[in-house]
């Protein structure tokens, strides 16, 4: 695995793209306690400046921890094709119309009476540091390769992956 640091436009578009084919993450608050409180999120938008947007509830205790705390950890997992991502940012929760109505999503009645339920809330998490990992040629040739090795005996060299920080 080579190590591919990003900065700005680069690193918006990695956080991007691996965000967004996940789409959900396990979203941590809290980050001074051990265990951490992690719940999964499933991701609205990560917008063209890195910011990454959720549909909450704003009696969850996920939002009363960002009020005390604002610092959040997600862990993104994308095993279809071995893609990971880690942010640590800093959330904001919005309970403005206009926020809401940028951001609302027709799945979230699932959850609420519609974006006029007193309890939507919008989440955005600027992120501070982030790490990817990334496979250049996906997991099926990735797998390949560890079939392979298994078979011949040898180690493999792991050169299909890349990983490292995304720097917005």
Known sequence: ?????????EAIKKIQEL???ARICMFCTELENIPLNSRP?????TDDSGNLWFISSDDSNKNFEIKED???QLFFMNNSDSQYLSVYGEASVYKDKATIESKWSAMANAWFDGKDDPNVSII???PKET???DTKAGKLVSLLSFVASAVTGHKTNNSDGIEGNATV
Do not use: A, G
């Not at 695995?1 to 436009?9: A, I, P, R, Y």
């Not at 999120?41 to 938008?45: G, P, W």
């Open 41 to 45: 999120m499933t991701l609205k938008e």
């Open 70 to 72: 604002r610092r959040v």
């Open 131 to 133: 790490y990817y990992w």
């Open 19 to 21: 965000s967004e084919n």
């Open 124 to 126: 955005r998490v600027e």
């Open 1 to 9: 695995m080579s190590t591919q640091n990003l900065s700005h436009l």
